[in-house]
């Protein structure tokens, strides 16, 4: 059973910051937060993790509260190419179980 | 990065085939892979992990004998669907990690149609 709960839709305009967020209230301390997106009949693909700190990389920012009872995924500048169903994870190992995620659809 | 291959990327066959499905790290070893099954419109299931050199484990609900598993080196782990049935057309997807608590990366999964 995923543990965490998101938005089941959002759009966002293109060239916007896209923000998508994350309830996992039950986190357990060593459990990391995770973003996949999936395309269309692709398999997941990995966008950013972190455990407490706020994390940045050339796709996204991952913004975690401080009770790290939730978390918000940025994405600063959305594309057409960034429509997708984007997953929040937490987890402790390699174990990785998806929620139903946030099918983000980025309009020109 | 990390890449994972998997193969074949698509399977049409008729009722009553086994199927064998490969996942490959390509660029690490990974001593632990797992297997998905996504239906349309739903999200991804877990379905069991691999581990090298010992027994998969597997989900609750998923039978181990129709799903044969095989973890034979660090780089590969093979999925057979044993005598797959149109309830079987799926889409199947695999993923490994280097160490624990890393991210997994996915392969682009092989669409199972049975006939």
Same mark, same amino acid.
């Given at each position: 059973?995923?543990?965490?709960?998101?938005?089941?839709?959002?759009?966002?305009?293109?060239?916007?910051?896209?923000?998508?967020?994350?309830?996992?209230?039950?986190?357990?301390?060593?459990?990391?937060?995770?973003?996949?997106?999936?395309?269309?009949?692709?398999?997941?693909?990995?966008?950013?993790?972190?455990?407490?700190?706020?994390?940045?990389?050339?796709?996204?920012?991952?913004?975690?509260?401080?009770?790290?009872?939730?978390?918000?995924?940025?994405?600063?500048?959305?594309?057409?190419?960034?429509?997708?169903?984007?997953?929040?994870?937490?987890?402790?190992?390699?174990?990785?179980?998806?929620?139903?995620?946030?099918?983000?659809?980025?309009?020109? | 990065?990390?890449?994972?291959?998997?193969?074949?990327?698509?399977?049409?066959?008729?009722?009553?085939?086994?199927?064998?499905?490969?996942?490959?790290?390509?660029?690490?070893?990974?001593?632990?892979?797992?297997?998905?099954?996504?239906?349309?419109?739903?999200?991804?299931?877990?379905?069991?992990?691999?581990?090298?050199?010992?027994?998969?484990?597997?989900?609750?609900?998923?039978?181990?004998?129709?799903?044969?598993?095989? @973890?034979?080196?660090?780089?590969?782990?093979?999925?057979?669907?044993?005598?797959?049935?149109?309830?079987?057309?799926?889409?199947?997807?695999?993923?490994?990690?280097?160490?624990?608590?890393?991210?997994? @990366?996915?392969?682009?999964?092989?669409?199972?149609?049975?006939?």
């Amino acid at each position: 059973d995923a543990k965490t709960t998101q938005p089941p839709s959002m759009d966002c305009a293109e060239g916007r910051a896209a923000n998508l967020p994350c309830n996992h209230s039950t986190i357990s301390g060593n459990e990391y937060v995770y973003w996949y997106r999936q395309i269309h009949s692709q398999g997941p693909q990995y966008i950013i993790h972190g455990l407490k700190n706020n994390e940045t990389n050339e796709m996204a920012s991952l913004i975690i509260t401080e009770d790290r009872k939730s978390s918000t995924l940025i994405l600063p500048h959305a594309t057409l190419r960034d429509t997708a169903v984007y997953y929040c994870i937490v987890s402790n190992n390699n174990d990785m179980r998806f929620g139903a995620g946030t099918r983000l659809t980025v309009k020109p | 990065g990390a890449v994972v291959s998997q193969h074949p990327s698509r399977v049409i066959c008729k009722s009553g085939t086994s199927v064998k499905i490969e996942c490959r790290s390509l660029d690490f070893q990974a001593t632990t892979m797992f297997w998905y099954r996504q239906f349309p419109k739903q999200s991804l299931m877990l379905m069991a992990t691999s581990n090298e050199g010992s027994k998969a484990t597997y989900e609750q609900g998923v039978e181990k004998d129709k799903f044969l598993i095989n @973890h034979a080196s660090l780089t590969l782990s093979t999925l057979t669907v044993t005598s797959a049935h149109p309830e079987d057309s799926s889409f199947y997807i695999c993923s490994a990690a280097q160490k624990a608590a890393q991210p997994q @990366h996915f392969g682009d999964g092989t669409r199972l149609s049975i006939l």
